[in-house]
């Protein structure tokens, strides 16, 4: 599904916030589930739990690489993660197409500085010109309101 730009609505913050609060939800359910995946197995061959270090990094950057997935995932397979779904929202390229692997790499990458910096890449949206965050910038995506159904 291809959208024309010029016909589509930018979503409000709350809105994308309110589909970011959806996913923190369905996501923190999912590092459970890897957590114990990684920490299982490491309690069961080394014998105690895991300790600072190379363990506790080799940890972090497994479960940064399981939310990375569950994203890119998500925006390269319909464009929708399920809050994106439930707030009506979806994120194209600048040509209004699906996003590619690359894009959507992209925008994660630059979504987390864009968030933690007191989510100033995402207030950024109302200064901007045509309502994008930094990580929409960056990654040359977007993300759009959908009609309701009928």
């Known amino acids: 599904m291809e959208f024309d730009i010029t016909q589509t609505k930018t979503p409000s913050i709350p809105r994308r916030l309110g589909a970011m609060l959806y996913d923190t939800v369905l996501l923190l359910g999912i590092l459970l589930v890897a957590n114990a995946l990684y920490f299982i197995p490491y309690q069961i061959l080394i014998g105690h739990p895991i300790e600072a270090g190379l363990p506790r990094l080799l940890q972090q950057l497994y479960l940064l690489a399981v939310i990375a997935a569950f994203y890119v995932y998500f925006w390269t397979h319909g464009g929708q993660t399920l809050g994106m779904r439930a707030w009506r929202l979806r994120v194209i390229d600048?040509?209004?197409?699906?996003?590619?692997?690359?894009?959507?790499?992209?925008?994660?990458?630059?979504?987390?500085?864009?968030?933690?910096?007191?989510?100033?890449?995402?207030?950024?949206?109302?200064?901007?010109?045509?309502?994008?965050?930094?990580?929409?910038?960056?990654?040359?995506?977007?993300?759009?309101?959908?009609?309701?159904?009928?």
């Open 94 to 150: 600048e040509d209004g197409k699906a996003l590619d692997t690359g894009a959507a790499l992209t925008r994660f990458g630059w979504s987390i500085p864009s968030i933690l910096g007191a989510g100033m890449g995402l207030w950024w949206s109302l200064i901007d010109r045509e309502g994008l965050a930094w990580h929409d910038r960056k990654s040359r995506s977007r993300l759009v309101m959908l009609e309701k159904s009928a």
